[in-house]
């Protein structure tokens, strides 16, 4: 990869990562919704400029007011983003309009598609997509408005495939939108020439595919409401399922006594799909502990309150209610210290170094004493060793050792053993956290320190010194190729490595940007 293309891949990750996923779909969907704007005063799109405008008002306010009230009510805290996520995405795929009845249906949708988030909610977790809920609701009953999905016009496919492309790049969900619309458009052309045949008619496959890629709403759908994470089961595969589920049902419109199985509406099939998948809600963790485990990383244990289930290296996302939360809000994804078998001692760990502007969450979590509740609202990733006993390759910078010693510890438990090796990246020896741990597993471990650890165990080495790149994990780990690689750190390690890690087996990574 070309230096300058690193150096910007690099400055755009971390601007990505200095956002919150609210706050970035929600500058992505402004964006694109002043784009729909000036589109409208030159007659481009359908809907009207003060239609838009109206509309966007009205929706605004109702979901914004509906909950303020409820979270009032449960004594949540209110993340104006997540209303006007919300209102954005119904405006653009329900009919804007000014009359009295569009402006009533509109409100009525807006309304429906905050309360379901509450109620209609699995332990603290919605089931539905609120906006796919409130649309498909007021389209069915026919009360005002109905879903137009004027989103889907080829002026503005440009525009929604680069906003979409960085949403799906900051939460990674860009496979699973591949594979929803892949089987999306195949099905909508399959369906095309099945109809064409049946009538006779003679079958145009570049017609055919231009309609279901620039004139449909795929992608607007897959990149900003199928790839909603509180929605989504919290494994790959199963993510790939039901983002196939949705494609084939938003590509082929089933006809259901007399109600059309449209795109918001397959989004709600896919949505049960998924709640089936992960039919398991927020559990309730009681802080027993916290410690420093390095100068500027502290560890924090919880005892868990009810059934949590998570696989060595998974993450959790953890919530921390407190008055006036930033941009970023309340919640923030941690990798889990702890393995499996520890269960119901369960740990994390987090830099806790000197900011001078720490986030509202990281004063909020630094506040949190001994016996204080919060709660995780669930477990995902993939980043999982593979079955078998393939030979495995960890590499980890600073306190994104976390999801390795769950591993290594799991492995300990369990019994197993494994050819390991943990390439382990720090600034200083005694920012190595995890020691101790890490050094009754037996795994192998080579430490790139500036300066030489005191007393390391028998089976660690000290790299010398110098900076790792990827000329010396090839020296350190000539059998690269023949094992599965595995990288937790931030995103200019990974791109500093990417020469040499694409040699392994096989690579997994898990890149972060503090919290």
């Known amino acids: 990869m070309p230096t300058s293309l690193t150096a910007a891949r690099q400055r755009v990750l971390a601007v990505l990562g200095a956002l919150s996923m609210y706050r970035l779909v929600l500058f992505s969907l402004i964006a694109l919704a002043v784009v729909a704007l000036g589109l409208s005063f030159f007659g481009l799109v359908s809907p009207a400029p003060l239609d838009i405008v109206v509309s966007f008002a009205v929706l605004g306010a109702v979901i914004s007011a509906v909950d303020a009230g409820a979270q009032r009510i449960l004594r949540l805290p209110w993340r104006i983003e997540s209303s006007l996520v919300t209102a954005l995405i119904l405006l653009f795929v329900l009919q804007p309009g000014i009359e009295p009845a569009t402006i009533g249906g509109l409100a009525l949708a807006g309304a429906l598609a905050s309360v379901s988030k509450y109620l209609i909610a699995w332990r603290g977790r919605h089931i539905f997509n609120p906006a796919a809920f409130g649309a498909a609701v007021v389209t069915i009953v026919g009360i005002g408005t109905f879903s137009a999905w004027w989103v889907g016009t080829p002026l503005l496919f440009a525009p929604v495939a680069v906003f979409g492309l960085v949403v799906l790049w900051r939460t990674e969900k860009m496979r699973v939108v591949l594979v929803f619309l892949v089987v999306a458009i195949a099905v909508s052309t399959l369906r095309q020439f099945v109809q064409t045949s049946q009538g006779g008619l003679p079958f145009d496959l570049a017609q055919s595919l231009s309609f279901a890629v620039l004139q449909s709403p795929y992608l607007f759908l897959g990149a900003f409401m199928l790839s909603e994470p509180l929605t989504l089961p919290p494994r790959r595969w199963q993510q790939l399922c039901v983002a196939a589920v949705v494609g084939v049902l938003a590509g082929w419109p089933l006809l259901i006594g007399g109600v059309t199985l449209g795109q918001e509406r397959a989004l709600l099939i896919g949505n049960l799909v998924a709640f089936a998948f992960a039919l ?12 420093f485990v390095t100068p500027t990383a502290q560890e924090l244990t919880f005892r868990a309150q009810g ?53 509202s969450y990281k004063r909020a979590l630094a506040a949190a004493a001994p016996g204080a ?46 050819d390991v090796v943990l390439v382990y990246v720090a600034a200083e020896a005694s920012e190595l956290a995890f020691r101790d741990e890490l050094a009754a597993t037996g795994a192998r471990v080579v430490v790139f320190t500036r300066d030489e650890p005191a007393r390391l165990p028998a089976h660690w080495t000290w790299a010398g010194g110098v900076r790792l790149d990827a000329e010396g ?43």
């Not at 702890?338 to 720490?358: F, V």
């Not at 990288?487 to 040699?503: M, V």
């Open 280 to 291: 398991r809600g927020s559990v309730r963790l009681t802080l027993v502990s916290r410690e």
């Open 473 to 515: 994990l090839d020296r350190e780990v000539p059998d690269l190729h023949s094992r599965h690689a595995f990288i937790s750190g931030p995103p200019r390690l990974i791109a500093d490595l990417a020469p040499a890690l694409q040699k392994a087996r096989s690579l997994t990574t898990d890149a972060f940007a503090g919290y």
């Open 373 to 418: 509740t919060l709660a995780v609202t669930g477990t995902w990733g993939d980043f999982v060793l593979p079955r078998g006993d393939a030979p495995v390759l960890m590499v980890a910078a600073g306190i994104g050792v976390t999801p390795f010693v769950s591993q290594l510890r799991q492995l300990q438990i369990a019994g197993e053993t494994r």
């Open 307 to 359: 059934r949590l289930k998570f696989l060595p290296g998974q993450y959790l996302e953890l919530d921390v209610p407190h008055r006036r939360p930033d941009a970023r809000g309340t919640r923030r994804e941690f990798s889990i210290v702890s393995a499996p078998g520890d269960l119901p001692t369960l740990r994390i760990a987090y830099k806790d170094g000197d900011q001078k502007h720490p986030s």
